[in-house]
């Protein structure tokens, strides 16, 4: 072989070479960086019988504990704890004023679709008597304890929430209980009202 033989192969076996040569990847996640312990938002209201068109958190939450139901049009486990919870205010057992809705889908699903299912009018599959809220993806959560805007995104601030998610916030802004349980069961429905009653 000669000088230009050799000279090919060790540029070829240098390139190879060229660049990142370990395999192994370091990853860095902030662990600084946490929910608010007490949070608020403001967001659209789905349809309202006031002139209020939109919803701040902290001021509905105010006297009682709230029950958080994380809805998506689209959800059968949704539509079955919306029309079990509805039951129970028909009867009496839990107040509108304890209930929010939030529709956790804004990038998939319309606003014209949820009001389709969870509207109050008599067209709607699975109609609510209580306040449903239309956030945005971007919509800022505030720290409470800070009066800060949360570094978290709205959905990570409440834990990443899926639906059908149920969450109860104290008076104070803070998430005492959270079940992510696709149906409804009566032993959860009993929990629910024990802490919102």
């Not at 959560?141 to 601030?157: A, H, N, P, T, W």
Request: net charge negative; glycine share 4%; hydrophobic share 40%.
């Amino acid at each position: 072989m000669n000088i230009k033989a050799y000279s090919i192969i060790l540029i070829l076996l240098t390139s190879m070479l060229c660049g990142c040569v370990s395999q192994e990847q370091e990853i860095i996640v902030d662990d600084s960086i946490s929910a608010p312990e007490r949070m608020s938002f403001t967001a659209p209201l789905m349809f309202s019988d006031s002139n209020n068109t939109e919803l701040t958190l902290d001021e509905y939450i105010s006297d009682d504990p709230v029950l958080l139901i994380w809805v998506a049009a689209g959800c059968m486990g949704c539509h079955s704890w919306t029309d079990i919870i509805t039951e129970e205010v028909n009867n009496g057992n839990i107040s509108n004023s304890s209930l929010l809705s939030i529709h956790r889908y804004p990038s998939f699903e319309s606003n014209s679709y949820v009001e389709e299912v969870y509207g109050n009018h008599e067209n709607a599959t699975n109609p609510v008597s209580w306040p449903l809220v239309l956030p945005p993806e971007d919509t800022a959560v505030i720290d409470l304890d800070s009066g800060l805007e949360s570094q978290l995104s709205f959905y990570d601030s409440f834990g990443y929430p899926s639906t059908p998610t149920l969450q109860i916030m104290d008076n104070l802004g803070k998430i005492i209980w959270t079940s992510k349980t696709y149906w409804p069961t009566v032993e959860i429905l009993d929990e629910i009202k024990n802490i919102i009653n």
